[in-house]
């Protein structure tokens, strides 16, 4: 019901755009909506999240000032611009949909109803 895409293979100092399309869901726009990302060997982490409103977010220290999240409730649809990728951002990155959280519970939880596949951002250095 969650399908991520747009990741790829930049070189560090780029930029990628993360999309993930919602169907299925019932009333999208009453989810929060994040973003993690899992790298070889370590634990999923959380990175961004969006309240249902897009009017609350909460970011990862990492990415902060460099990643940016939104979405588009018409569309059933979120994004993640990422700008001035490192190395260090490198993984699978996987959206998530949980209900009842707010942006900052998100974070915390690490919680989600619903997980998209995943879409591999590769950074070379």
């Known amino acids: 019901q969650l399908q991520a895409s747009g990741g790829g293979l930049v070189q560090a100092g780029g930029s990628l755009r993360l999309s993930c399309a919602a169907s299925?869901?019932?009333?999208?726009?009453?989810?929060?909506m994040g973003w993690f990302r899992q790298a070889p060997g370590k634990e999923r982490e959380f990175v961004i999240s969006i309240a249902w409103k897009g009017d609350g977010t909460s970011t990862a220290d990492s990415v902060r000032g460099r990643f940016t999240i939104s979405r588009d409730n018409t569309k059933n649809t979120m994004y993640l611009q990422m700008n001035n990728l490192k190395p260090e951002d490198a993984a699978v990155y996987y959206c998530a949909a949980v209900r009842y959280q707010s942006a900052l519970q998100m974070r915390n939880s690490l919680r989600a109803d619903y997980w998209g596949q995943g879409t591999q951002v590769t950074v070379s250095s």
């Open positions: 299925g869901l019932i009333n999208f726009s009453i989810y929060t």
